[in-house]
Protein backbone atom coordinates (compact mmCIF):
# COMPACT_ATOMS: atom_id res chain seq x y z
CA UNK A 1 0.00 0.00 0.00
CA UNK A 2 1.45 3.66 -0.82
CA UNK A 3 1.17 5.80 2.15
CA UNK A 4 2.68 9.63 2.30
CA UNK A 5 3.86 11.27 5.31
CA UNK A 6 1.03 13.84 6.38
CA UNK A 7 0.91 16.42 9.25
CA UNK A 8 -1.61 16.54 12.31
CA UNK A 9 -2.98 19.85 11.53
CA UNK A 10 -6.01 19.73 14.13
CA UNK A 11 -7.22 17.81 16.53
CA UNK A 12 -10.84 18.66 17.83
CA UNK A 13 -12.66 16.16 20.37
CA UNK A 14 -16.37 16.29 18.92
CA UNK A 15 -17.82 14.33 21.87
CA UNK A 16 -16.17 12.61 25.17
CA UNK A 17 -15.65 9.48 22.35
CA UNK A 18 -15.21 11.27 18.94
CA UNK A 19 -12.41 13.30 17.95
CA UNK A 20 -11.77 14.99 14.56
CA UNK A 21 -8.42 14.56 13.31
CA UNK A 22 -7.09 17.24 10.09
CA UNK A 23 -4.08 16.46 8.33
CA UNK A 24 -2.48 18.04 5.76
CA UNK A 25 0.73 17.84 3.38
CA UNK A 26 3.99 19.17 5.71
CA UNK A 27 4.96 21.27 2.01
CA UNK A 28 0.92 22.73 1.67
CA UNK A 29 0.54 20.12 -1.65
CA UNK A 30 -2.36 19.54 -2.69
CA UNK A 31 -4.27 16.03 -1.93
CA UNK A 32 -5.53 13.76 -4.27
CA UNK A 33 -9.23 14.10 -4.15
CA UNK A 34 -11.41 11.78 -3.43
CA UNK A 35 -15.03 11.02 -4.02
CA UNK A 36 -18.09 11.07 -1.49
CA UNK A 37 -17.68 7.29 0.90
CA UNK A 38 -14.00 6.89 0.57
CA UNK A 39 -11.98 6.06 3.38
CA UNK A 40 -8.17 5.94 4.13
CA UNK A 41 -5.54 3.72 6.13
CA UNK A 42 -4.21 5.47 8.92
CA UNK A 43 -0.80 4.03 10.01
CA UNK A 44 -0.08 4.23 14.03
CA UNK A 45 3.33 3.10 15.36
CA UNK A 46 2.48 2.14 18.51
CA UNK A 47 5.65 0.76 20.07
CA UNK A 48 6.50 -2.20 18.45
CA UNK A 49 3.74 -2.34 16.74
CA UNK A 50 2.15 -0.90 13.44
CA UNK A 51 -1.21 -0.82 13.41
CA UNK A 52 -3.25 0.46 10.42
CA UNK A 53 -6.92 1.39 10.74
CA UNK A 54 -9.32 2.21 7.94
CA UNK A 55 -11.27 5.64 8.48
CA UNK A 56 -13.86 7.37 6.14
CA UNK A 57 -12.65 10.58 5.24
CA UNK A 58 -15.63 13.64 6.35
CA UNK A 59 -13.94 16.76 4.36
CA UNK A 60 -15.09 18.06 1.22
CA UNK A 61 -14.09 15.17 -1.52
CA UNK A 62 -13.22 18.24 -3.81
CA UNK A 63 -11.58 19.94 -1.87
CA UNK A 64 -7.33 18.91 -1.56
CA UNK A 65 -6.21 20.86 0.83
CA UNK A 66 -6.49 18.49 3.61
CA UNK A 67 -7.80 15.17 4.93
CA UNK A 68 -10.11 14.78 7.92
CA UNK A 69 -11.74 11.66 9.51
CA UNK A 70 -13.51 11.06 13.03
CA UNK A 71 -12.83 8.21 15.40
CA UNK A 72 -14.64 6.69 17.74
CA UNK A 73 -12.91 5.40 21.17
CA UNK A 74 -13.20 1.38 21.41
CA UNK A 75 -11.28 0.58 24.34
CA UNK A 76 -12.08 -2.93 23.66
CA UNK A 77 -10.15 -3.07 20.05
CA UNK A 78 -6.84 -3.91 19.52
CA UNK A 79 -5.18 -0.35 20.45
CA UNK A 80 -5.90 1.59 17.31
CA UNK A 81 -8.38 4.16 18.16
CA UNK A 82 -7.11 4.54 21.75
CA UNK A 83 -3.83 5.28 19.84
CA UNK A 84 -5.34 7.74 17.74
CA UNK A 85 -7.01 9.51 21.12
CA UNK A 86 -3.92 9.29 23.33
CA UNK A 87 -1.16 9.73 21.08
CA UNK A 88 -1.47 11.91 18.05
CA UNK A 89 -1.32 15.57 18.49
CA UNK A 90 -0.98 19.05 15.85
CA UNK A 91 2.37 18.84 14.62
CA UNK A 92 2.66 14.91 14.39
CA UNK A 93 3.11 13.01 11.31
CA UNK A 94 1.27 10.05 10.52
CA UNK A 95 1.34 8.01 7.39
CA UNK A 96 -1.84 7.76 5.45
CA UNK A 97 -3.00 5.94 2.86
CA UNK A 98 -4.10 7.13 -0.51
CA UNK A 99 -8.24 7.15 -0.30
CA UNK A 100 -9.98 3.72 -1.19
CA UNK A 101 -13.88 4.10 -1.70
CA UNK A 102 -15.59 0.69 -0.98
CA UNK A 103 -19.04 2.56 -0.81
CA UNK A 104 -18.98 4.28 -3.78
CA UNK A 105 -22.59 5.02 -5.50
CA UNK A 106 -24.12 3.22 -8.55
CA UNK A 107 -24.42 5.96 -10.40
CA UNK A 108 -27.01 4.66 -13.03
CA UNK A 109 -29.51 4.75 -10.26
CA UNK A 110 -31.76 8.14 -9.66
CA UNK A 111 -32.40 7.31 -5.80
CA UNK A 112 -30.13 6.84 -3.06
CA UNK A 113 -31.17 5.76 0.32
CA UNK A 114 -28.08 5.55 2.92
CA UNK A 115 -28.31 3.29 6.56
CA UNK A 116 -25.95 4.43 8.81
CA UNK A 117 -25.77 4.29 12.95
CA UNK A 118 -23.31 5.39 15.50
CA UNK A 119 -20.04 6.49 14.29
CA UNK A 120 -21.07 4.14 10.66
CA UNK A 121 -22.60 7.29 9.72
CA UNK A 122 -19.07 8.84 8.60
CA UNK A 123 -18.76 8.19 5.35
CA UNK A 124 -22.67 9.08 4.83
CA UNK A 125 -21.46 12.82 5.83
CA UNK A 126 -20.08 13.58 2.28
CA UNK A 127 -22.97 11.79 0.90
CA UNK A 128 -24.15 14.62 -1.64
CA UNK A 129 -24.47 15.05 -4.89
CA UNK A 130 -21.55 17.71 -4.78
CA UNK A 131 -19.68 14.72 -3.56
CA UNK A 132 -19.77 13.34 -6.63
CA UNK A 133 -19.23 16.01 -8.83
CA UNK A 134 -16.98 15.02 -11.69
CA UNK A 135 -19.24 12.04 -11.80
CA UNK A 136 -21.58 10.97 -14.50
CA UNK A 137 -24.25 10.82 -11.61
CA UNK A 138 -27.85 11.22 -13.79
CA UNK A 139 -29.53 14.53 -13.41
CA UNK A 140 -31.21 15.50 -10.79
CA UNK A 141 -30.01 12.19 -8.88
CA UNK A 142 -31.39 11.90 -5.10
CA UNK A 143 -29.65 10.90 -1.83
CA UNK A 144 -31.07 10.35 0.83
CA UNK A 145 -29.59 9.29 4.40
CA UNK A 146 -31.10 8.17 7.65
CA UNK A 147 -29.01 7.86 10.48
CA UNK A 148 -29.38 7.08 13.97
CA UNK A 149 -27.67 7.09 17.19
CA UNK A 150 -27.70 4.82 20.54
CA UNK A 151 -28.03 7.90 22.80
CA UNK A 152 -27.70 11.77 21.79
CA UNK A 153 -23.89 12.90 21.61
C1 LIG B 1 -13.93 1.14 5.52
C2 LIG B 1 -13.90 1.44 7.02
C3 LIG B 1 -14.17 2.73 7.45
C4 LIG B 1 -14.15 3.03 8.81
N1 LIG B 1 -14.42 4.30 9.21
C5 LIG B 1 -14.37 4.60 10.53
C6 LIG B 1 -14.63 5.94 10.96
O1 LIG B 1 -14.90 6.83 10.16
N2 LIG B 1 -14.55 6.19 12.29
C7 LIG B 1 -14.26 5.21 13.22
O2 LIG B 1 -14.20 5.51 14.43
N3 LIG B 1 -14.04 3.93 12.82
C8 LIG B 1 -14.06 3.62 11.51
N4 LIG B 1 -13.78 2.34 11.11
C9 LIG B 1 -13.37 1.36 12.13
C10 LIG B 1 -11.86 1.52 12.42
O3 LIG B 1 -11.10 1.06 11.31
C11 LIG B 1 -11.40 0.73 13.65
O4 LIG B 1 -11.85 -0.59 13.57
C12 LIG B 1 -11.91 1.37 14.94
O5 LIG B 1 -11.34 2.68 15.08
C13 LIG B 1 -11.48 0.57 16.16
O6 LIG B 1 -10.10 0.42 16.11
P1 LIG B 1 -9.32 -0.33 17.27
O7 LIG B 1 -7.95 -0.60 16.75
O8 LIG B 1 -9.43 0.47 18.53
O9 LIG B 1 -10.14 -1.62 17.50
P2 LIG B 1 -10.23 -2.93 16.54
O10 LIG B 1 -9.10 -3.84 16.87
O11 LIG B 1 -10.42 -2.53 15.13
O12 LIG B 1 -11.53 -3.59 17.13
C14 LIG B 1 -12.84 -3.07 16.82
C15 LIG B 1 -13.85 -3.95 17.51
O13 LIG B 1 -13.70 -5.30 17.04
C16 LIG B 1 -13.57 -6.18 18.17
N5 LIG B 1 -12.49 -7.14 17.87
C17 LIG B 1 -11.23 -6.85 17.53
N6 LIG B 1 -10.52 -7.98 17.33
C18 LIG B 1 -11.39 -9.00 17.53
C19 LIG B 1 -11.30 -10.41 17.46
N7 LIG B 1 -10.15 -11.00 17.13
N8 LIG B 1 -12.39 -11.13 17.74
C20 LIG B 1 -13.56 -10.54 18.07
N9 LIG B 1 -13.73 -9.20 18.12
C21 LIG B 1 -12.66 -8.46 17.87
C22 LIG B 1 -13.17 -5.36 19.36
O14 LIG B 1 -13.82 -5.85 20.52
C23 LIG B 1 -13.66 -3.96 19.04
O15 LIG B 1 -14.88 -3.66 19.66
C24 LIG B 1 -13.83 2.02 9.76
C25 LIG B 1 -13.56 0.72 9.30
C26 LIG B 1 -13.59 0.44 7.96
C27 LIG B 1 -13.29 -0.97 7.49
Known sequence: MTTRSLRVAEVEPLTSQITRFRFEDPDGAQLPLFSGGAHVVVEMPDGDVLRRNAYSLISDPMDGSGYEIAVRR??????????????????NTLRIGAPVNLFSLDLRAKKHLLIGGGIGVTPLR?????????CNCRPNCSIRCATGTRRRA
Do not use: E, I, K
Open 126 to 134: VANPNSFRG
Open 74 to 91: DDAGRGGSRYMHTHVHPG
